[in-house]
């Protein structure tokens, strides 16, 4: 490895990210006071992996290892589902929520 990081030591935040590579689970620990290896302190380290549940599993590890999980924050600006939109799997194409409305539906989230 670059470097290793006595994680033991530290305190700090983890929170899973969103702008990963295709087919990345990324995460990234906002590290407070340890030292790796190199002797550099870092302030975030990113790490992925190349399944969600493998992600799960290090983001269990790390909580139940003490460090804090960092909740995305809900930032209010989606009021209705009908503002959403996802991506058709057999056509690639992008389609609004907005087309359901007064339609009764099931949505079901898939990736978790």
């Not at 302190?41 to 790390?62: M, N, Y």
């Not at 930032?75 to 087309?99: I, K, N, Y």
Request: net charge negative; proline share 3%.
């Amino acid at each position: 490895p670059e470097a290793t990081y006595q994680l033991s030591m530290c305190s700090g935040h983890v929170r899973e990210l969103e702008d990963c590579k295709e087919g990345l689970y990324c995460f990234e620990i906002q590290a407070g006071d340890c030292k790796g290896s190199d002797g550099r302190e870092p302030s975030k380290l990113k790490l992925c992996t190349g399944s969600s549940s493998e992600q799960l599993l290090w983001l269990q590890a790390f909580t139940q290892g003490g460090v804090l999980y960092e909740q995305e924050k809900d930032d209010g600006s989606v009021r209705s589902l009908h503002e959403l939109s996802a991506v058709d799997m057999l056509t690639g194409q992008e389609v609004p929520f907005s087309q359901y409305a007064g339609k009764v539906c099931l949505v079901v989230n898939v990736a978790s």
